[in-house]
């Protein structure tokens, strides 16, 4: 069994599923989904995701109640980041969108089964 180990950092794209004009969920969240599939793809970068149930402040003052995308990125170059999170931001008509950044401990194990031939 072999394995590399290296500290990188995890970044977390948060992303409400509620228009910020409308304030309400304006399509279904497996379309979202799908875009937010696209999007990484265009980027060729990694990534893994959670549906949550959030809360956000509006910039007027207004609670509302959200599904959130919270996108996970491990070591991905921040302007591609940064990029990522701008495209959701627009395709998803948000306000805002928040990235959190983390240092983790990462590591892949390799393993195969030995096959005779």
């Known amino acids: 069994m072999k394995h590399r180990k290296s500290m990188m950092i995890e ?3 948060y992303v409400g599923l509620n228009d910020s ?3 309400t969920q304006i399509h279904d969240t497996g ?3 799908e875009i937010l599939r696209k999007v990484c793809l265009a980027y060729q ?3 893994s995701f959670d549906v949550q149930e959030g809360g956000y402040i509006h910039e007027n003052g207004e609670y509302t109640n959200e599904k959130t ?3 996970t990125l491990i070591d991905a170059d921040k302007k ?4 990522i999170a ?3 931001c627009v395709f998803f008509n948000q306000e805002s969108v928040l990235i959190t950044e983390d240092y983790i401990r ?3 194990i390799r393993e195969s089964l030995e096959t005779e031939s």
């Open 11 to 13: 970044t977390k794209i």
């Open 21 to 23: 004009v409308t304030k």
């Open 31 to 33: 379309t979202y989904v």
């Open 45 to 47: 970068t990694p990534f």
């Open 69 to 71: 995308l919270v996108l």
């Open 80 to 83: 591609t980041v940064d990029e």
């Open 86 to 88: 701008k495209d959701l």
């Open 106 to 108: 990462a590591y892949q």
